[in-house]
C-alpha cells in the first residue's frame, strides 16, 4: 500500500511528531511505502491530497483534525485514492465517527491504534456535501455555530482545546438573535426565523452530540435541521434539548432529508464547512454520492451505512 501521510503540525494542543512517528514505523512494518508532507499554512493539505492523486498514491492519511480531513477530503473527491487518519486534532469527530480512537491524553497509544485500523481497515465509499462549490464531509452549518467557529482565535483553541469553543459559544450566544430566513428543500420552500441550520453527512456533531441519528454516510441524503426561535433562552433550551436528545421531538426544530438546500437570510449569517468558517448566506448546499473512498475499520458502529 502507497500513501501520503498529510501532516498537521498546528493540529491539537502539542507536538506529535514521536507518536506519528512510532505509527508510521508500524505501517511500513506492514508493508506499506510511506511518505510525509508537512502543512504550513490554509488549504496545503488540498494541494498534497490532489498531488497523491496525480502521482497515483493509494490513501492519504489525515494526520490532524477535523479541518484537515476535510481539506484533505476535498483533494480527494471524485478519486479513487482513498482518505485515512491519525486523530491529532481537537475534537476529531470524524475519527469518533468511525470508532478510530483519537489521541487523548490518557490515550497515548491511539496513534498506534488508528494505525491498526489503517493496516487491517477495508474501504467503503461514502457521500459528501457541498456548500457553494465546497465539499464536507461532516457538516454544513449556517447561523449560531459558525459564527461561533469564527470567534475562536487559533491560538485560544491551541492552549485551551476544546474549551475554547465553550467560551466563545457563550459569548457569542448571548448576544446572538434569531434570523428571518427563507430554506428551499428539495424545491420546497419554508420561511423561519432560525437560530441555526445544519447540513448533516454523519451523525455526530461537535464530539459528543448525535445530532443526525437517522443519517447514514452512503444514503445520497443530507440530514437538514432547522433550530427556530430567537435569543439566549431558545439557544440554551436548544442545547439542553440535544444534549439530552429530545431535540428531534421539540416543536420549534424540524427535521428533513434532502438532497438540495438553497439558504436565503434577510441578513448574512455566517456559514461554516466542517467547523471551518467559508462564507455567508445565500448558499446552496447539495450532496454528491459516493464522492470519497474512505477507510474503515472491521468493525463499525451501527447504522453509519444503508446496509449496516
Do not use: C
Given at each position: 500500500m502507497k500513501a501520503q501521510v498529510i501532516f498537521n503540525p498546528n493540529a491539537g494542543q502539542r507536538d506529535r511528531r514521536h507518536e506519528l512517528k512510532a505509527a508510521m514505523a508500524y505501517l511500513e512494518d506492514h508493508g506499506w511505502q510511506l511518505t510525509l508532507k508537512e502543512t504550513r499554512g490554509p488549504e496545503e493539505a488540498t494541494t498534497y491530497a490532489r498531488q497523491a492523486v496525480a502521482e497515483g498514491y493509494n490513501v492519504a492519511v489525515a494526520t490532524g483534525g477535523d479541518g484537515t480531513v476535510s481539506?484533505?477530503?476535498?483533494?480527494?473527491?471524485?478519486?479513487?485514492?482513498?482518505?485515512?487518519?491519525?486523530?491529532?486534532?481537537?475534537?476529531?469527530?470524524?475519527?469518533?465517527q468511525m470508532g478510530i480512537?483519537?489521541?487523548?491524553?490518557?490515550?497515548?497509544?491511539?496513534?498506534?491504534e488508528a494505525a491498526k485500523v489503517l493496516a487491517k481497515g477495508h474501504i467503503r465509499r461514502v457521500d459528501l456535501g457541498q456548500v457553494n462549490g465546497r465539499y464536507f464531509l461532516l457538516w454544513a452549518g449556517v447561523g449560531l455555530d459558525a459564527k461561533i467557529t469564527e470567534e475562536v482565535e487559533p491560538e485560544a483553541k491551541k492552549r485551551l482545546g476544546a474549551l475554547a469553543f465553550v467560551i466563545a459559544g457563550i459569548m457569542v450566544a448571548k448576544e446572538f438573535a434569531g434570523t428571518k430566513v427563507q430554506v428551499t428543500i428539495d424545491g420546497c420552500e419554508v420561511k423561519r426565523r432560525a437560530i441555526l441550520i445544519v447540513a448533516s453527512n454523519a451523525q455526530l456533531?461537535?464530539?459528543?452530540?448525535?445530532?443526525?441519528?437517522?443519517?447514514?454516510?452512503?444514503?445520497?441524503?443530507?440530514?437538514?435541521?432547522?433550530?427556530e426561535g430567537q435569543g439566549f433562552p431558545a439557544t440554551l433550551r436548544h442545547l439542553f434539548s440535544v444534549l439530552t436528545n429530545r431535540h428531534l421531538r421539540d416543536p420549534q426544530v424540524e427535521y428533513y432529508q434532502a438532497?438540495?438546500?438553497?439558504?436565503?437570510?434577510?441578513?448574512?449569517?455566517?456559514?461554516?464547512?466542517?467547523?471551518?468558517p467559508f462564507t455567508t448566506?445565500?448558499?446552496?448546499?447539495?450532496?454528491?454520492?459516493?464522492?470519497?473512498?474512505?477507510?474503515?475499520?472491521?468493525?463499525l458502529p451501527p447504522g453509519l451505512?444503508?446496509?449496516?
Open positions: 481539506e484533505v477530503a476535498n483533494g480527494l473527491a471524485g478519486s479513487e485514492v482513498a482518505l485515512g487518519m491519525f486523530p491529532i486534532g481537537t475534537t476529531n469527530v470524524w475519527a469518533l480512537p483519537p489521541l487523548w491524553p490518557l490515550r497515548q497509544h491511539s496513534l498506534l456533531y461537535a464530539g459528543i452530540m448525535r445530532l443526525a441519528a437517522q443519517a447514514r454516510l452512503d444514503d445520497g441524503l443530507l440530514d437538514v435541521l432547522i433550530f438532497r438540495r438546500v438553497k439558504i436565503i437570510s434577510a441578513k448574512p449569517l455566517s456559514v461554516h464547512a466542517d467547523d471551518e448566506t445565500p448558499v446552496e448546499i447539495g450532496v454528491v454520492p459516493g464522492a470519497l473512498r474512505v477507510v474503515v475499520p472491521q468493525t451505512f444503508t446496509n449496516s
